[in-house]
Structure formats: C-alpha cells, structure tokens
C-alpha cells in the first residue's frame, strides 16, 4: 500500500483555512493555493535520493550532497490542477509539466480522456499528479490509469483536500501510488462535495459561476 501523507505543517494548515472561507476572494485564493503547493513540493521531494559529491569551500575541500539526478515531471489535472503547478515549479524548476483533461460523462458519471500531453521522456521521470480535492477518486484514478498506460511507473498524487473516500479508491485500485494532501476531510455530501471541503476548486480558483 501506498503512504498517505498530511502535510500538516502550520503554515499550510494556516493557509488552508483561508482558501476554505468562502469570503475569500480569486486572486487570494489563487495566491494561497500557489503558496500552500510550493510548501507542499517541499514535502512530496523530501526522499529524494542524495548523491555525495566534492565541493571545495573558501576553507576546504569537501564531501557535500545533491539531489541524485531524479527527474521529474508534475502532471495537474485540468482545469483545477493548473492552479497548483506555478507553485511547484519554484521548488522544482527542472521539473517538465504534462497535462491530463478529464470531463464526467453526465449519464455514466465516469471521467472520459478528452486531452493528453506529457513530456517525451515521462516513464522515466517520477510524476507528481496534481488536482487541489480528491473526493471520489474517479478523476485521480483515471489519470493514474492513463500515466501507467503510456508506460509510466514513478507516480505520486498531490491534492489539498480529500473525502476518506477518494483515499480509498485511489488506495485500491493504485496500491503502488503515495498520497500527500494538506487535509482528509470528513465526507462527500449528496451533490460529491467534499465537507467541510472548500467548494469547486475550480470555479474558486479561476473566477468562474
Ligand atoms: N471538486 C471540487 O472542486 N470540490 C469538491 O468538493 C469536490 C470535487
């Protein structure tokens, strides 16, 4: 079984509590959102692999790490996702962005591919899937699904906020996948929104309804 991880560092929960007031307004939220996924990639990349190299200080010679060469690439899942990628960036420029469009098929509710772009060298990178809630898993599982189908391997998944439910699906239909979120909410309501949640991510962020 993939970790699940709450980054509950107190700058993030602060934060949190600021995108979840629905009197916060776009241009906060969208700052905050950045802001809480910048601190976020910092722990998401906390076990990447350290190689030992010589650096030679004003005083010495001497053995010093680096991050050992580990690719990687940040996949959000459109639209809300989008949001999250900027602040990722900060910590890890390097880092190349592939993109997965995902809409419900109104009579099936089940998430349909509708866009797909990733970066030539993807399977060989480790891909950090970005999506601000995780509430049934649906959106999640189908574009870990769509990752492992192109031949990708390293994926973890990133959310702000999830429903136990989303964790659970996601945990059992991709056991192999690490979860890091900033906060497990209580439940999904009867219109699939996350309590206490903080509304649709998207609209939120982009200004939309
Ligand atoms: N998507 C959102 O944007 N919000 C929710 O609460 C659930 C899914």
């Given at each position: 079984m993939g970790t699940l991880t709450i980054c509950d560092h107190p700058l993030i929960q602060h934060k949190l509590t600021y995108i979840r007031d629905?009197?916060?307004k776009t241009k906060d939220f969208r700052e905050l959102v950045d802001e809480i996924a910048t601190m976020m990639a910092y722990e998401i990349t906390r076990d990447l692999p350290l190689e030992t190299i010589s650096v030679t200080t004003p005083i010495v010679e001497a053995p010093s790490n680096v991050i050992s060469g580990r690719m990687l690439g940040v996949i959000p899942i459109l639209r809300a996702g989008l949001g999250m990628v900027e602040g990722m960036l900060k910590l890890i420029p390097a880092a190349k962005v592939g993109h997965i469009g995902l809409f419900r098929n109104p009579e099936t509710l089940q998430p349909v591919e509708y866009y797909v772009n990733l970066p030539a060298d993807a399977t060989e990178r480790l891909l950090i899937v970005v999506d601000p809630m995780l509430a049934t898993g649906g959106s999640a599982n189908a574009a870990i699904a769509s990752l492992k189908s192109r031949g990708c391997t390293q994926i973890k998944l990133m959310c702000l906020i999830a429903a136990p439910e989303g964790v659970a699906a996601v945990q059992q239909a991709h056991p192999d996948v690490d979860i890091y979120l900033a906060s497990l909410d209580s439940h999904l309501n009867d219109h699939g929104?996350?309590?206490?949640?903080?509304?649709d991510a998207g609209d939120r962020m982009f200004g939309t309804k």
């Open positions: 629905k009197d916060t929104y996350i309590v206490p949640g903080l509304g």
